[in-house]
């Protein structure tokens, strides 16, 4: 029995020649098709950590310019509370009557009033 085992031992061992050169090259065909996808996840993972960076940036670059598009709007207001003052109290004054709504235009070069 032991002389059986020993020659099934040498069966498994011994393979044909040109199967080892077939797993070698299938084996080298495996790691250079894993390095190759190894490198392509690498490069993927690398896109989506410039892409969240990127809007990590634009991200902040909004929450600024939305913070200077609301002092903005604060400052408007704040003006037009003034030019509304000054409007009622100018009113009763006036000489010239009152005038029609669509008759007041902006004045382009005006500046606008400042605190």
Known sequence: MQQESDRNE?????SPPSSNKQDSSDDTKKN???EK???AAQKSRQRQTEK???LHI???NLERLNSALRGEISGLREELKYLTCVL???QPVCVLGPTKPQAI???VGSTRYQH
């Open 58 to 60: 634009e991200s902040e």
């Open 10 to 14: 040498q069966g498994y061992s011994s």
């Open 37 to 39: 996808n190894r490198i």
């Open 88 to 90: 009622s109290t100018h």
């Open 105 to 107: 235009l902006p004045h």
């Open 32 to 34: 250079h098709r894993r």
């Open 52 to 54: 969240a960076d990127s």
